[in-house]
């Protein structure tokens, strides 16, 4: 399921500190929500970028200021570590949160400034480089074809 917020920021966290974040809930438990105490391993400012892209992607719900987890990171913490069901659940969740934004690109043939602006216009503020860099990421992570110009 996408997220719920118009005009959200878009993911711009790497998406290897991402996957990173799932792989340790996957060796630990599932918790009920994302926290500070979560986030004790990395920086302040990478804890905020796994924190948005967690909103971004429908994984996390702000709930009374607290982000709770949703059963889109439940089926994804679950899917990691077996490769054919986290192709599959990481390719709804791009399908999901990522088809309305790229709606209209053929992301076979688009070129780089057409994905930014769709991704600009999705809500990202200043450079969209990174914001573009974790979609091509999300993109080869869930084996999805897309553009050689939007490297």
């Keep these: 399921m996408a997220n719920d917020n118009d005009l959200q920021t878009p993911a711009y966290v790497s998406f290897t500190t991402l996957e990173s974040f799932v792989k340790?809930?996957?060796?630990?438990?599932?918790?009920?929500r994302v926290d500070g105490s979560l986030l004790?391993?990395?920086?302040g400012s990478a804890a905020s970028q796994i924190k948005t892209a967690l909103r971004f992607l429908?994984?996390?719900?702000?709930?009374g200021g607290e982000d709770r987890v949703t059963?889109?990171?439940?089926?994804?913490?679950?899917?990691?570590?077996?490769?054919a069901s986290?192709?599959?659940k990481w390719r709804e969740i791009v399908d999901a949160v990522y088809g309305p934004i790229v709606q209209g690109l053929d992301i076979e043939t688009a070129?780089?400034?057409?994905?930014?602006e769709a991704i600009r216009r999705a809500g990202a503020k200043g450079s969209?480089?990174?914001?573009?860099?974790?979609?091509?990421?999300?993109?080869?992570?869930?084996?999805?074809?897309h553009s050689p110009l939007f490297k």
């Design 24 to 32: 340790r809930l996957k060796a630990t438990t599932g918790p009920s």
């Design 58 to 63: 429908g994984l996390t719900k702000v709930e």
């Design 128 to 145: 969209t480089d990174r914001a573009v860099r974790f979609y091509l990421a999300a993109l080869d992570a869930a084996g999805i074809k």
């Design 86 to 88: 986290w192709l599959t």
């Design 71 to 83: 059963g889109q990171l439940r089926d994804l913490v679950a899917a990691y570590g077996d490769e």
């Design 40 to 43: 004790t391993y990395t920086s």
């Design 111 to 116: 070129t780089h400034q057409e994905l930014s």
